[in-house]
């Protein structure tokens, strides 16, 4: 009987690990929605084993990197393709 009960005990800690698993996705998406529903209109995450698990940080980034540039303006050109 012990080997059932143990196989049982199996199937909980899975079952345990899978929801865990999904709340904590569903905890990232909650995270990113609430962030675009505030105007954020750039995302990037990093994951970091060096910050505690559980815990965010922001940092901005003033302006777009891709102003006046020649993928912004259009002009570049595929040599070889004109």
Known sequence: ??????L???D?????????QQQEIEDIINMLDSKT???VSRIKVNVSEQQ???????QYHHGRCDVG???AKGSVRNFGCD
């Open 8 to 10: 049982e005990d199996m």
């Open 12 to 20: 909980e800690l899975e079952a345990k690990k899978q929801r865990q």
């Open 69 to 71: 540039s020649p993928w």
């Open 37 to 39: 529903q505030g105007g």
């Open 52 to 58: 505690e698990e559980g815990t965010v940080s922001t």
């Open 1 to 6: 009987m012990s080997v059932f009960s143990d």
